[in-house]
């Protein structure tokens, strides 16, 4: 069996051994456990403690390093009325762990807490013999052999979280979906719909791993915690579980998680924590791991000792990875392949090195999802992944070849940069434009820009229509003729609203000023101010249909041009903010900083075939890599 260790001769396999020198003066508490089961005489509790016992000397918990900290104690004492929030700027638990970030003297420091140090043995014993008895009664309900016992149903914890009777609370809580369930996929359902758990992106900056009861107790959770709580609660009623890891997405910052579900033929199924159990993913996946119990000294576990590769597993397009180089360049402990996540390179898949001379990356994905799944994508989007090969030589991690992108049809096409062809490029933006960004822009094709003496437009001239999305920050429109008016409105098209982040209107004199209105009377002077404030990063959104913004001047005016923008996200070209770009070769390659004086950059001189970064040194959080192709940015 890969994970479950086999009785020897001696009381305890070598493996215990070790363990028990680990555990100091907790040692007599892990014996206990162990001979319980051995002077039972029973082979599977046997088997069992010693899967536990032996796999338990990297266990830990991360518990608040004081009792009274102020994070734990949001969540302890919560007062917070809120269901689902899927922006972590707009909830409030996310906004009240903020605040306490920002007055907090000292940062969150967790504990490590390890196991073997104070775990007792009645914890083990009841751990062992309320997962076997579970077993024995759903073991009808799936084809779970004991190796996936051991991994998927046995373990007393499934992540950092501090020791808690979780088997004990979740049973309680679900078995009694048993008595009228047995397909293991129809439970998992069964108990998102009855758990009152919600997701709620404020979660993700809370510091610690919450225990089952406190997340049934907050009824909140990030990716993660839905996904260990959905876990904790089909362990408890016998069903294998466990959580499917993506590192690092490939195309954006940050990562997932979900959870799988043994099925009936024994097959292990992605699921979703929502009431259908479907499984949605949206952005670029390079690889996916499993979560286990047992630990891997080598390979993968460079990256988590507790993961297993299975990204072959999902019916999604991959390659095989075959680089060669110089002994020089491939001198490290480990070698990675590489995603840029916003700011780093994060590694996401390790190599199987057969010689000196050459190295293969396996079941390496190019950028299609699975299944029925379709990608987030956004304006611009290179066909495939970016990948940067990385060895880890003292600790630290060290390119050792060109980045290359994985393209869609497994052609690898590597990213070296070409001094000999030097090129000029036009940059507006710094990040790619989402889908929810482009809709802003979507929503202004058809809309038009009319005039009137009068506050109610009884006669409205229109003076000129929007033909198609703005392409950029900003648009700018020089009339045929001047308009002479005091109103001017922007009309959203039939059945549209209002998303807009600035509307600017110039005679020939130059800029002019007024007072923002809008058609729906309901919104404070402060959110009026958002249409003419020249700040883009502020934006106007009407709440109702057929809406129009404007601004009233005061008296007659003649105007030239007018300058508008969509509602965006900050990740523009913006004049009067420093940028600086980079292109990769062996690493960040400056090619100068530059103050914005409009909304595009221009850089000369520029290696063709090259990697490209912008980064903006004034604000901002999201940036991503970027080729240049037929005078356009390509995101990666």
């Known amino acids: 069996m890969s994970g479950c260790i086999q009785p020897n001769n001696s009381r305890y396999p070598d493996k215990i051994h070790e363990v028990l020198k680990l555990s100091h003066n907790n040692r007599k508490e892990i014996e206990k456990a162990l001979d319980f089961f051995i002077n039972q005489k029973d082979s599977l509790k046997i088997r069992s403690i010693f899967f536990l016992v032996g796999n338990m000397a ?11 900290d102020p994070f734990h104690s949001i969540i302890l004492n919560n007062h917070i009325k809120e269901k689902e929030a899927w922006d972590p700027g707009k909830s409030r638990l996310g ?10 003297t000292d940062p969150p420091r967790p504990k490590i807490v390890r196991d073997i140090e104070v775990i007792t043995g009645n914890f083990l014993i009841n751990n062992v013999e309320e997962a076997i008895k579970i077993w024995h009664r759903t073991k009808k309900f799936t084809e779970c052999s004991f190796d996936d016992f051991c991994e998927y149903i046995l373990p007393y914890r499934i992540g950092n979280e501090s020791l808690s009777d979780w088997r004990e609370q979740a049973y309680q809580k679900f078995s009694y979906l048993l008595d009228s369930i047995s397909d293991p996929l129809e439970l998992t359902k069964a108990i998102v719909q009855v758990s009152g758990i919600y997701y709620n992106a404020g979660m993700s900056k809370y510091p610690f791993f919450p225990t089952f009861s406190e997340l049934d107790q907050l009824h909140w959770g990030s990716c993660d915690h839905l996904a260990a709580y959905l876990t904790f609660s089909l362990r408890a009623i016998g069903i294998p579980s466990t959580i499917d890891v993506v590192p690092a997405w490939a195309n954006r910052g940050g990562g997932h998680a979900w959870n799988v ?3 009936k033929d024994g097959k292990f199924v992605d699921v979703g924590f929502n009431g259908e159990g479907h499984n949605s993913i949206s952005y670029k996946i390079p690889k996916i791991y499993r979560t286990g119990y047992s630990s891997n000294k080598g390979g993968i576990g460079y990256l988590d000792p507790l993961w297993k590769d299975v990204t072959g597993e999902y019916p999604m397009p991959i390659s095989d990875i075959a680089l060669s180089g110089s002994d020089s360049d491939m001198k490290g402990d480990v070698l990675f392949l590489c995603i840029f996540n916003n700011k780093d390179w994060i590694p996401v898949a390790v190599s199987a090195t057969e010689n000196k001379k050459t190295m293969t990356f396996g079941n390496v ?8 799944n379709k990608i987030a994508g956004y304006q611009n989007e290179g066909k ?10 003292n ?10 992108i994985l393209k869609e049809n497994g052609d690898v096409h590597k990213l070296t940069p070409d001094h000999s062809a030097l090129r000029s490029i036009s940059l507006y933006r710094k990040y790619p434009k989402y889908g929810h960004i482009s809709v802003y822009a979507a929503r202004m094709a058809d809309g038009c820009f009319e005039i009137s003496n009068q506050t109610d437009f009884p006669t409205p001239k229109r003076i000129y229509t929007i033909k198609e999305p703005p392409k950029h920050a900003m648009a700018e429109v020089n009339l045929h003729a001047p308009a002479t008016c005091r109103y001017i409105r922007y009309k959203a098209p039939d059945q549209s609203w209002v998303n807009i982040s600035e509307l600017q209107c110039y005679s020939p004199e130059g800029k002019l000023s007024g007072t923002p209105f809008a ?7 402060e959110e009026l101010a958002k249409i003419c404030d020249g700040n883009i990063d502020t934006f106007y959104a009407g709440e109702v249909r057929n809406a129009y913004v404007g601004i009233d001047f005061g008296k007659e005016v003649e105007i030239d ?8 996200d900050g990740n523009d070209v913006i004049p009067g903010e420093e940028y600086e770009l980079f292109y990769w070769e062996n690493r960040w390659v400056s090619l100068g900083r530059k103050k914005a004086d409009s909304f595009r950059l221009q850089y000369d001189s520029v290696p063709d075939n090259s990697l490209l970064w912008l980064h903006n040194r004034t604000k901002g959080v999201e940036e991503r890599i970027f080729t240049y192709m037929n005078n356009e940015q390509i995101w990666w």
């Open 58 to 68: 990297d266990k830990y918990s991360l518990t608040p390093a004081n009792e009274q």
């Open 95 to 104: 906004m009240a762990l903020d605040s306490v970030y920002k007055t907090c």
């Open 261 to 263: 579900v043994m099925n």
């Open 365 to 372: 994905a190019r950028g299609i999802p699975f299944g029925d």
């Open 384 to 393: 495939g992944i970016v990948y940067l090969p990385a060895s880890v030589r």
């Open 395 to 404: 600790g630290v991690m060290v390119p050792f070849a060109t980045p290359f």
């Open 519 to 525: 058609s729906d009377k309901n919104k404070s002077p």
């Open 561 to 568: 041009r007018i300058i508008y923008s969509p509602r965006t």
